[in-house]
């Protein structure tokens, strides 16, 4: 696997890129329990972003934030600086396109309709499908390399096919910006590859601005451009990965006495895990909602 | 469907909308485009034809019988007068109600399985015609004594039914409702309503008097007996505004058995979408319930046939309704020429229908929902 985004520089980023989407002093709650507190984000355009942190820390939680699932509590979350609750979610949907932790398709559905399903911000009562649908509906098939299965029901696809699936139809939704939550999770290590390589080609060759969820360190290392570490709700750490992935800062965040080394192959920290240590902080284990 | 040649097109697979649903067809108007598999349109034009042809059968079958090629002769307008009268005057109005209430429960119910992503939810499931129960039950029973007798004479069995049938609804809304609606839950409170039904139903027959309950039982299993112009014209307004209601519905259906945060993420006003596909159904189901009773079955196994004859991924609204008519029509007519002129529909739809649905479980490995 040594294969593109190895060579992918962690290039500097052009002059002054948009900021795309921005978290402002952002509280979140479910009911009384606040899971994020004075959170301040900014994701600028082209930008490759992993959230990493330990279990419960709001990681899954901010993802749902930026997405406008979860209401904030306080605090506002922007989108190309406009509040994102009040921008009509159609609208949202043609801009930022988003997959949730596991997705479920109904059963019998075949690959190909759920891929046009992601349509759906485009399409309206009258206009249910363009030529404009058709063909980005077959190229994100052909792009994610799924033209062979389109036939398949979802339901009887492997666990990394499946996830293509899923991004194909992000895909098709056509939108600039993309957030993943948690793409790799049931996959083996290299099925995990394949996808982030997906997204990383989104990326790279998409243009598109990704934010993921990723349990991984050294792969959300490999891949993602900037490192954001969170713990128990806020944000401890960003930058890039040489910069957040420190033995200082693994041992803050994820209480874990760690050597950080070059990764042979892409030359990003890797992280090699000695101990667990003593845990900090009461609440380090509170109920994760991811 | 107007369409030319080069607008009208199949795709053949690999292309979207292979198997298991057939090829698909993509018409493109100006403007106006849409897809459509082969057998979700094949599936309804015939269960049309055979709704009408039963119809036509039954029309002719009773005292007086009359040729089914007379019966249709009648309808386009060209037949006797006594024909006319006989197959118009007397007999149209229940076979009308019969497909009207077969369109609406069928629909309803894929309306229901869709947006819950439950095969269990349906009208009968949920409590809803368990209202209509507790209502006409009241009305029959309670009628003529008291001053909430009185009222409920007044009212009449089909408003009562009505009554109860929306109040029920009303209730499985605001109780399920949380901010959203979740499926899961929908069904959970719509049985625990559906209990609350049966056991006042039930309390009310135990203080009927004998005749009074005789009516209310046949009323509970859902009869076409004696319906009137009266009955068929109301329902049929109502399904002239609830049914394109339903189908405009459906494109959000699809998007919305995704799952909530899927959904939403595809621009879904997930709350707005939830309670208008549920408002629809429960309407259908008042609406038909109130017409010929709670004749059971029908919304809950029609749509899972209509879904594995069309294939894909859901109930299909327009082949769920016209075959839930296609299926109480069949069964009003044998209940009328096979079976004793007394029993209800209702009873048959479930003889007809559940083993129809076990077979088609047995047979098919898949299970959607």
């Known amino acids: ?290 | 469907m107007t369409a030319t040649a080069d607008t009208l097109r199949a795709t053949t697979p690999p292309g979207p909308g292979g198997r298991p649903g057939g090829r698909a067809v993509t018409v493109r108007v100006g403007p106006v485009s849409a897809r459509f598999r082969w057998r979700s349109v094949v599936v309804p034009v015939v269960a049309l034809a055979v709704v009408v042809l039963l119809a036509a059968v039954g029309l002719g079958r009773g005292d007086y019988p009359i040729g089914t090629v007379d019966v249709l002769r009648t309808l386009v307008g060209a037949g006797t007068d006594a024909h006319r009268f006989v197959v118009l005057e007397l007999r149209a109005p229940r076979t009308l109600v019969g497909v009207l209430v077969g369109l609406a429960l069928g629909t309803a119910g894929a309306l229901f399985q869709t947006f819950a992503r439950n095969p269990l939810a349906s009208p009968d499931v949920l409590g809803i015609t368990q209202g209509a129960s507790v209502g006409a039950v009241a009305a029959i029973v309670l009628g003529g004594g008291g001053s909430a007798g009185a009222l409920l004479d007044g009212l009449g069995v089909p408003l009562a039914a009505l009554l109860g049938a929306l109040v029920w609804g009303a209730l499985l809304f605001v109780l399920a409702w949380r901010s959203g609606l979740d499926g899961f839950r929908l069904v959970l409170v719509g049985i625990a309503l559906w209990t609350t039904g049966t056991a006042l139903t039930d309390w009310l027959l135990t203080r009927a008097e004998i005749y009074d309950a005789a009516a209310a039982y046949v009323w509970i299993t859902g009869s076409l007996n004696a319906r009137t112009w009266d009955q068929a014209t109301q329902l049929a307004v109502a399904l002239a505004v609830l049914l394109p209601l339903a189908l405009a519905a459906g494109r959000v259906l699809g998007v919305l058995q995704f799952g909530d945060d899927t959904a939403r993420g595809l621009g879904v006003r997930l709350a707005r979408a939830q309670a208008a596909v549920v408002v629809v159904a429960v309407l259908l189901v008042a609406a038909a319930v109130a017409a010929a009773g709670p004749i059971a079955f029908v919304a809950l196994v029609v749509p899972q046939i209509a879904v594995r004859l069309t294939g894909g991924s859901r109930p299909p609204l327009l082949a769920s309704g016209l075959l839930g008519a296609a299926l109480v029509t069949a069964a009003d007519l044998l209940t009328r020429t096979v079976l004793p002129e007394a029993l209800p529909v209702g009873i048959l739809t479930a003889a007809v229908g559940a083993p129809y649905l076990l077979w088609l479980l047995v047979r098919g490995r898949r299970t959607p929902a």
Not at chain 1, 163 to 178: F, G, K, V, Y
Request: proline share 7%.
């Open chain 1, 1 to 290: 696997m040594t294969t593109s985004t190895s060579e992918a520089p962690v290039h500097e980023p052009p002059p002054a890129p948009a900021v795309r989407l921005a978290a402002e002093d952002l509280r979140l709650a479910y009911d009384d329990r606040v899971v994020v507190d004075g959170l301040d984000l900014a994701l600028t355009d082209g930008s490759f972003t992993a959230i990493v942190g330990p279990n419960g820390c709001g990681k899954s939680t901010l993802l749902r934030a930026l997405g406008r699932l979860l209401r904030p509590a306080a605090g506002r979350v922007l989108l190309d600086g406009r509040s994102i609750a009040r921008t009509p979610t159609r609208e949202v949907a043609r801009v930022l396109g988003l997959l949730p932790q596991t997705p479920v398709a109904p059963a019998g559905l075949t690959v190909a309709d759920l891929v046009a399903r992601g349509r759906h911000p485009h399409q309206s009562w009258l206009q249910q499908w363009s030529r404009e649908d058709e063909a980005v509906v077959a190229e994100a098939l052909a792009w994610t390399d799924m033209a062979d299965l389109a036939d398949r029901p979802v339901d009887e696809l492997s666990g990394g096919q499946r996830q293509r699936a899923w991004i194909s139809m992000a895909l098709a939704q056509e939108t600039d910006l993309l957030l993943l939550d948690e793409p790799t999770t049931y996959l083996d290590l290299s099925h995990q590859i394949d996808v982030l390589e997906l997204v990383a080609r989104l990326h790279a060759e998409r243009g598109r601005t990704v934010v993921v969820v990723l349990h991984d360190l050294n792969l959300a290392a490999r891949y993602a451009q900037r490192l954001v570490a969170m713990r128990d709700g806020v944000l401890v750490a960003s930058g890039t990965p040489h910069e957040v992935l420190t033995e200082r800062l693994l041992a803050e965040v994820f209480d874990l006495e760690a050597r950080v080394v070059p990764d042979p192959v892409a030359g990003t920290p890797l992280v090699v895990p000695v101990r667990r240590l003593p845990r900090r902080g009461q609440d380090s284990e509170r109920p994760s909602r991811q």
